[in-house]
């Protein structure tokens, strides 16, 4: 049984037949398609076979005498023996049987010999558990706070508030009367009667795509004893709106394997695809949000273009997620054009501009004087009972026309080799009769006319199934019914702002949907594969009815127990619809990832997958919540150097290898020019403008704006000016330290774009030192002293600092981590445990604990000593501490490297293994002593699989950032704590220059002793991969060299404000997080065609890097700074 998959069962066939036989069977997912053969081989008389059979259909099995073709006619009865309808269940055991003749005949039956297991319990201890959640959320959120141990009894008591509630829904004056409610049934009718809710409400869409510069996102008005309008907000669409991204995420982290909880194949309606009413609650959202904004004097043209802009943004965003979802997305011949967000902005503008100029709202939106509170049973005139279509009478009259154009196109246009009106998935459909490539008729025809082939939906879901050709179930036709959709949305909304009674609007929504239904029923003729134009998610009319019948039921529902009687504040759900954009974009971005994905051995059950699913979906419930409340043998040699595109001729002859050049390569180089020559005459221009800024604001005609001080947090030093003009030494942020960062920041996301394919712009495949070797950032650790001096000098505990600091370092550690389940799915048996971030937490983490043991009076309180030799050297005696440690550490690593003994190995071996020493060494001597200890304490699985060394040498995985490797780490950022220490030491810049060009002149002549003055070689050579000391005094050297030109451009002499790198360091946790997890993607990343020169590589890489860049510069301007 353990060989048995999810929904798979055991199959024993058998034959008593005088002949062999052959089995077909027919899924019923499969509408109207033939048998298709089930074994290959026949089934021979007295012979028995065992099979593995899908069980998550019901299954048809047809027996027959002949097997020559792969699929067989349902009406082809001539060689058929017996059908055999069948129920299979998971991890079942069954035997079919097919009996000789007799006189009844041939004789089929189907034994079960193990009873299957029962799938659907684990459903119903999901729902239990969601209904304890919900109870639990909802009765904490009215509590506000609570404690574990009391929470039963507050929750108990706001349960008891529950009668408050019902009550509050009276006047003020109310006093008792012998006729007040005695049950709770006279009480809902009284509160029916008596709750107003007014019209003027605000409420954003699913995707906020109305949200902007809105107090709340939505909102209803309630009257008080004075008259006057009270807000509060209308929670059931909040709620409405949680619950089908809930769905969404649910159904897209795999539903626990069932397969209601997908999508339909073709035909019918599953949960999956009643989540799809997001875009109806988006045009409930419409006409409450444009009428407050018309309420509050918006001119109709500003609101128009605020409309179009996140109509754009949303398509926009839909682009981008087109090219998360699978490898090579970004391919711009291949990128999907169709989409959600695409069909959602479409419509959202459409949707938003009718109501918006052709709506007649001033005539019927209820006002305090006309209440409009019919609920239909009173004498009124037409225009009471039917303001709400009134109001939109026009857009109505657009919403069907274009409707019926859908209809004239589906049924009357002609498609070429497809019958006319046709409206299945083709393929198998119809007996096999139907083309496949006539998935879904006149809309696939049209998607393929306007996008190609390549630009829509290749894996639709009735590929699989049906054999169906490409097909986008977000395509162009489709957005006409989606128009409708959006519009019965919309007048759902207009009813919350016609009527405030709560009666009228109940009855009309409960009017609505029983009119919706009745029409989808009429169309789809009760069934979910039949009718006239059955229920079909990806194009059909009987879908948008019936699924807006089902969301205003819902919707009543909800508004009944939330906003009426307040038996539930909705939440989690209501938290979750607050932000529900975030939550879906962060969900298709990282599904795969850690930690809202993971795989654990096969995941062959359902339980299995339904904890998996409903874990990653509670992990976004959670995330919306903390929202809501608060990343050979030798014949010759030849040695040459040959250019790209250049053509060679390699010939061997008389023991001599000759080479000879047929065609000049192209120059490389000089397209590496052009993009250097156009960021310095930018950075030129920015440079002048900044300097003659008050010259050219005279000579046009502006006034220069008065300055603003920018003091953003981060390290602050006292500036040495020869006059102090106050008695405390202004603090002033030294630029030239975010400007190190993010020059190192720009280069890793340049180098990790591809670095247009140059090698130097790579990591050095083994021994070396390259470009993108250079930009560990050491210099983060430059700001820990003053952090530590500051909360010492304010008196704050040093347990509560070292607790800070451990919080931070596993911030780091977790987010290195979640970083590389990147790509998913991820099993934990294979989750890559080092990483960039997990070395940079831990190092941090020693680092400031040191600084924290050193932290004394003297070192906060900056006292010098008198001894003038002490002196020279206080910045290290303040910490000596922190050196010992730091020496005791590169001690350990020196000795683990050169006398750990490696089975296999030499000892002290340093590199890569495989074909190094032509090949004297296995493959997993990798890295000597460091690959060693990391394949004994965390594995070969859980190491990285491609390091730079495996397509060159040959040799087997390896980790840069092993366990080795950080002991030398930690020192090269105690290296970066020093040069911070510095400038707090000694206020002058002549004194912090000369301390770090002695430090730069040691630390390089120790690192080129070490290495011999060599790229590859030396005892101790130059390796980012081992993070060897050698590597480590060169890369600090260069740091220091590179930190002092910086200083002196831009905190000594100001002839450089470190943009467009200033901006960058602010933020440089946020961008590399954000490009970690992006890079991928639209608009960051694409590929046009072969992309097969360096010139488009470094147009597609500084294109990235330069977005990333300008979005630093629009954080810096807008005052955000993101850290740990």
């Known amino acids: 049984m353990s060989q048995l998959n999810i929904d798979e069962a055991w199959l024993n066939i058998s034959s008593m037949f005088s002949v062999p036989v052959w089995l077909y069977v027919l899924s019923d997912n499969c509408h109207e398609c033939p048998y298709q053969k089930f074994l290959e081989e026949p089934i021979l008389p007295n012979f028995s076979y065992k099979s593995v059979m899908n069980v998550q259909y019901g299954t048809t099995f047809r027996f027959r005498t002949q097997g020559n073709s792969t ?80 929470l039963m009894d507050r929750i108990m008591s706001c349960f008891v508030q529950r ?49 902007e510069e809105l107090p709340s996102s939505s909102s209803t008005s309630d009257q008080d004893g004075q008259g006057n309008l009270v807000k509060e907000r209308l929670k059931s669409l909040d709620t409405f709106r949680g619950l089908c991204i809930v769905i969404m995420i649910f159904v897209d982290d795999g539903g626990g394997g069932y397969y209601f909880f997908r999508h339909c194949t073709w035909d019918g309606l599953y949960v999956a695809d009643l989540a799809f009413p997001f875009i109806w609650i988006c045009g409930v959202c419409i006409p409450l949000s444009l009428h407050s904004k018309k309420s509050s004097g918006s001119p109709r043209l500003s609101m128009f273009m605020n409309i179009l802009k996140r109509s754009m943004k949303l398509i926009f965003l839909g682009l981008m997620v087109n090219t998360s979802t699978r490898a090579n997305a970004a391919q711009l011949e291949n990128l999907r054009f169709p989409g959600v967000l695409q069909r959602f902005g479409i419509c959202y503008l459409v949707g938003s501009t009718l109501y918006l100029w052709f709506s007649r709202e001033k005539s019927f939106i209820a ?3 006309n209440s409009n509170q019919t609920t239909g049973r009173e004498h009124a005139s037409w225009k009471v009972y039917f303001s709400d279509v009134a109001t939109n009478m026009l857009p109505w009259m657009f919403v069907i026309a274009c409707v019926t154009l859908h209809n004239v196109l589906i049924f009357t246009l002609h498609v070429p080799d497809c019958p006319t009106g046709y409206l299945g998935p083709g393929g198998l459909h119809r007996n096999n009769s139907i083309s496949k490539h006539c998935v879904g008729g006149v809309t696939g025809y049209v998607d393929r006319l306007i996008f190609g082939h390549h630009h829509i939906h290749n894996r639709p879901t009735s590929k699989v199934v049906y054999d169906s050709g490409a097909f986008d179930p977000e395509g162009a036709l489709g957005v006409l019914t989606s128009l409708l959709h959006i519009w019965l949305g919309a ?13 009228a609007r109940v009855y009309r929504f409960v009017t609505w949907s029983a009119l919706c239904g009745t029409l989808g029923f009429i169309l789809c003729g009760g069934f979910q594969n039949e009718g006239w134009i059955p229920v079909n998610k990806n194009l059909s009319l009987s879908f948008v009815l019936v699924t807006s019948s089902a969301a205003l039921l819902l919707l009543t529902l909800l508004y009944l127990v939330i906003d009426v009687f307040k038996v539930w504040s909705g939440s989690p759900l209501l938290e979750t619809g607050m932000n529900s954009i975030l939550l879906y974009l962060g969900h298709e971005v990282c599904h795969a990832m850690l930690p809202w994905h993971y795989a654990y051995g096969r995941m062959q059950t359902h339980i299995s997958r339904l904890f998996e699913s409903s874990w990653g979906t509670v992990l976004w419930i959670l995330i919306a919540i903390y929202l809501h409340r608060r990343k050979l043998n030798l014949y010759c040699t030849a040695e040459t150097s040959m250019g790209e595109f250049g053509v060679y001729e390699l010939y061997a002859e008389n023991g001599e290898c000759k080479f000879k050049t047929a065609l000049e390569a192209v120059n490389i180089y000089l397209p590496f020019l052009i993009p250097i ?21 005279n000579a046009i005609g502006l006034r220069k704006k008065a300055s603003r001080t920018e003091n953003p947090s981060g390290i602050s030093v006292s500036s040495s000016s020869s006059k102090p003009a106050t008695p405390t030494p202004p603090r002033q942020r030294l630029r030239s330290l975010d400007t190190f960062r993010g020059i190192c920041i720009v280069i890793m996301i340049f180098v990790n774009d591809g670095g247009a394919g140059y090698y130097f712009l790579e990591h050095a495949t083994w021994d070396g030192l390259y470009v993108a070797d ?98 020279l050297v206080q910045d290290i005696v303040f910490i000596w501490k922190g050196w010992l440690i730091s020496i005791l550490v590169v001690l350990l690593h020196t000795c683990l490297t050169f006398f750990l003994k490696v089975p296999g190995c030499p000892t002290g071996y340093l590199g890569p293994g495989g074909l190094h020493k032509d090949g004297l060494y296995p493959g997993d001597c990798i890295g000597g002593a460091a690959g060693y200890i990391d394949r004994q304490i965390l594995t070969l699985k859980h190491v990285y699989q491609w390091p730079t060394a495996i397509g060159t040498y040959k040799s087997t995985p390896y980790d840069p950032e ?19 220490l510095t400038l707090q030491v000694y ?50 050297c260069f740091a220091l060299i590179l930190l002092m030109a910086l200083y002196v451009t831009i905190d000594m002499l100001k002839i450089w404000s470190g943009s467009p790198f200033f901006e960058p360091g602010m933020n440089s946790i946020l961008l590399y997080i954000g490009h970690s997890v992006a890079n991928e993607m639209l608009p960051w990343h694409f590929r046009f065609k072969s992309m097969n020169t360096h010139f488009k590589r470094l147009v597609e890489s500084l294109w990235g890097t330069s977005l990333w860049a300008v979005y630093a510069i629009y954080l810096y301007h807008k005052k955000f700074f993101w850290s740990l």
């Open 71 to 150: 699929y067989a006619p349902v009406s082809d009865d001539q060689f058929k023996i017996c059908d055999l309808p069948g129920s299979l269940g998971e991890f079942g055991v069954y035997s079919i049987v097919v009996e000789g003749e007799n006189t009844e005949g041939p004789h089929c039956y189907l034994e079960c010999d193990l009873e299957p297991v029962d799938v659907y319990m684990p459903i119903f201890a999901t729902l239990f558990f969601w209904i304890i959640m919900g109870l639990i959320c909802s009765s904490v959120a009215k509590c506000k706070t609570f404690t574990v141990p009391s």
């Open 163 to 211: 009668n408050v509630s019902i009550e509050s829904v009276l006047p003020d004056n109310h006093e008792p009367r012998s006729d007040a409610p005695k049950t709770a049934s006279q009480a809902v009718k009284k509160a029916l009667k008596r709750e107003n809710l007014a019209h003027n409400s605000e409420v954003t869409p699913l995707v906020d795509a109305t949200n």
């Open 367 to 369: 006002t305090p004087n």
């Open 491 to 503: 007048q759902a909304g207009t009813i919350l702002l016609t009527y405030r009674s709560s009666s």
């Open 677 to 697: 020559f156009f960021y310095l005459g930018l950075g030129v221009v920015v440079f002048l403008l900044n300097r003659y800024k008050a010259a050219i604001c």
């Open 774 to 871: 250079l930009v560990f950032p050491w210099y983060v650790c430059i700001c820990i002293p003053v952090s530590i001096k500051s909360q010492v000098k304010r008196n704050t505990p040093k347990l509560t600092i070292l607790r800070r600091i451990i919080i931070r370092s596993l911030k780091l550690i977790a987010i290195g981590v979640i970083l590389n389940s990147k790509g998913g799915p991820i099993e934990f048996s294979k989750l890559r445990l080092p990483g960039v971030l997990q070395r940079f937490g831990i190092c941090y983490f020693v680092a400031a604990t040191s600084v924290l043991i050193c932290a004394n009076k003297d070192f906060v309180n900056n006292r010098k000593a008198e001894n003038k030799y002490i002196a």
């Open 962 to 980: 092993g366990i080795l490797g950080t002991l030398t780490s930690m020192f090269t950022v105690w290296l970066g704590v020093q040069a911070g």
């Open 987 to 1036: 206020p002058k810049h002549r004194s912090r220059l000369i301390r770090w060009a002695v430090w730069a002149v040691i630390l390089g002549a120790i690192g080129a002793a070490l290495c011999g003055g060599k790229q590859t070689g030396g005892p101790i050579p130059l390796n980012k991969n081992l993070w060897s000391l050698s590597f480590v005094f060169v890369l600090c």
